[in-house]
């Protein structure tokens, strides 16, 4: 058995790779339970503090990947080891690399818990800087992908210097092939720089209405009043005619209602006052006219127009119920009765002697 293990291979024995392996396995299962340690108790002195610094510290533990630390441990095992220079450099590759994915993630974590943060202190009040922090958020994650990447192949000895070119030539063909992709990312920055909309407007695209959830590089995610999700691509969406509700200052009303023909003239000129008396004593309201409009076929039709000072719909609906209810009110005072569709049929009788022609 002695024998066995005294085998030499690669400069060391069969136990020294046995060594390596239990020192690597090692110091990997104990930086794992130190983190795990750290992590929880991080994490509950976190949350007993209002600072978010901690929190971001508390997050960064827990965050820490197992890769970077099985690099580690590879190094500790390799150094117990006689190896080459060449073996030697390779490890150390493969611990700088370990190490610049776990600041990449580190980063990504960084970022993200910022624009997390920062959303909940602007969603209500600027949900436009939200938007823009949040596509800008991830133009830097990318950004970093794309330097790390770089890094580890400049690491491992690619040139860099010519991928770089490659990448340009190659990035004209990827462009004509992907050219939809390409062109609702761009519609994505247009909507974050221009904002015809932000994450919370209630909005109407051709019959599809909702509130916009998310605003993707890709499509915008409205949820729907019926409750589904309702996914746009954003060339189609900046294509179509939107309506942002959210950014209405005030609500114009126009609704019309009809009295009978039988009303007699001096109360058909007294609705129009009554009405704007109505509307004015109602709260969240400016009245701008009420006209005796148009004879119909079976109504004398008013037209009133007025405006809720806010725009929400719940608020606008208690308006206009008070307001009907109101002129319900008034018109049964004043003896008006509300038309409906009637059909009055005038028969003539044939005096005594006359011949009916029909």
Not at 21 to 31: E, L, N, Q, R, S
Not at 183 to 196: N, R
Request: neutral net charge.
């Amino acid at each position: 058995m002695m024998d066995f293990l005294e085998k030499v291979i690669y400069h060391n024995s069969i136990l020294s790779w046995i060594i390596a392996a239990a020192v690597a396995v090692g110091a990997v299962i104990i930086m794992r339970i130190a983190k795990g340690i750290i992590a929880r108790n991080f994490k509950k002195y976190a949350e007993g503090t209002a600072n978010n610094i901690d929190d971001l510290i508390a997050e960064t533990i827990h965050k820490v990947n197992i890769f970077p630390l099985i690099t580690i441990g590879i190094f500790a095992g390799a150094y117990t080891l006689t190896l080459s220079g060449k073996v030697t450099d390779v490890i150390g590759t493969i611990v700088l690399i370990g190490i610049l994915v776990q600041i990449l993630i580190w980063a990504n974590t960084g970022i993200s818990f910022w624009v997390r943060q920062y959303r909940e202190k602007r969603q209500a009040d600027d949900p436009a800087a939200v938007t823009t922090i949040s596509a800008m958020a991830f133009v830097a994650k990318l950004l970093l992908w794309l330097l790390v990447f770089l890094l580890v192949l400049d690491n491992a000895g690619v040139d860099i210097t010519g991928l770089v070119a490659g990448l340009g030539i190659g990035g004209i063909a990827v462009a004509l092939a992907v050219q939809n992709i390409l062109g609702d990312l761009f519609s994505s920055l247009s909507i974050v720089l221009d904002k015809p909309f932000v994450i919370g407007d209630f909005i109407i695209v051709d019959n599809y209405m909702g509130v916009v959830e998310h605003i993707g590089l890709k499509t915008t995610r409205i949820r729907s009043l019926s409750g589904e999700q309702l996914v746009m691509g954003n060339s189609d969406l900046l294509k179509s005619r939107i309506r942002n509700y959210k950014r209405m200052a005030e609500r114009r009303i126009v609704f019309t209602f009809g009295v009978v023909y039988q009303t007699p003239k001096e109360k058909l000129e007294r609705i129009p006052g009554l009405v704007k008396e109505i509307v004015e004593q109602t709260d969240n309201t400016r009245f701008d006219r009420a006209h005796f409009k148009a004879f119909a076929d079976f109504s004398l039709n008013f037209e009133v127009v007025y405006y809720v000072t806010q725009p929400d719909y719940n608020l606008y609906m208690d308006v206009q119920q008070n307001i009907n209810l109101g002129i319900y009110k008034r018109l049964a005072e004043e003896g008006i009765e509300f038309a409906y569709p009637t059909q009055t049929l005038y028969i003539n009788k044939l005096q005594d002697g006359e011949e009916d022609n029909l």
